[in-house]
């Protein structure tokens, strides 16, 4: 019954008015869900395996959100996690994304815009399955436990510059354009393609010898960016 549907999702959500809302949202969208309303049954269901994506609260009882994420990721979970939460300030996001969170919302938030980052997510684990490791040169990238090295010397990225990287690979040897990259990398169907381009410069500076003559992720003119195919023989 459950191959019916887009996907499988765990909502964790202690508000109980919010999460009938988001599960009459995502239910018309086409997923299954599953809601549960604090941090221990969240830790427990999504490590065993059977979902497609974590809609997480930061503020549940029982075992809060940062927690969870933490507890998930040490054990070596890759399912992907959405933080959902009413705190506005940066350090939570940016403790949630260091955690191992995938994204993350601040309520309140459109449906529409919930959608599209889930869609972009459940693509991204697509492109995880398609290419779990593969190199640049001197640059390694694990893609499944999402490290990066140079020269055996691990390279900081955030979370989007890893989901780009991903996407890119998932593609090598085809040139993608800037629209197609919104929309697969941030779930943005209008939105300025100057987030690319800047998201782009920065993965060059780290992983490049040369940025400004870049050898690996170079841009195709009037068609996007392309991670260089590999070197037959």
Known sequence: MEDLFKGRILLAEDDSQLASVLTDTLLAEGFWVLRVADGLQAATLAGEGSFDL?????????????????????RGVTLPIL?????????????????????????????EELLARIHAMMRRSRWVAMVDSCHLGPIEVDLLRARVTKHQQPVDLTT???????????????????????????????????????????????????PACPAYIVTVPRAGYMIRPEPIG
């Open 54 to 74: 974590l809609l997480l609260d930061l503020t549940l009882p029982g075992q809060s959100g940062l927690e969870v994420c933490r507890q998930l990721r040490n």
């Open 83 to 111: 933080i959902l939460t009413g705190w506005t300030d940066t350090g939570h996001k940016v403790t949630s994304l260091r955690l191992g969170a995938d994204d993350y919302m601040t309520k309140p938030f459109e449906p």
């Open 160 to 210: 989007k510059e890893l989901m780009l990287l991903q996407y890119l690979f998932s593609r090598r040897g085809c040139a993608i354009s800037r629209t197609e990259l919104l929309a697969e990398v941030w779930g943005y169907r209008s939105a300025s393609t100057r987030t690319v381009d800047v998201h782009v410069a920065t993965l060059r500076r780290k992983l490049e010898d040369d």
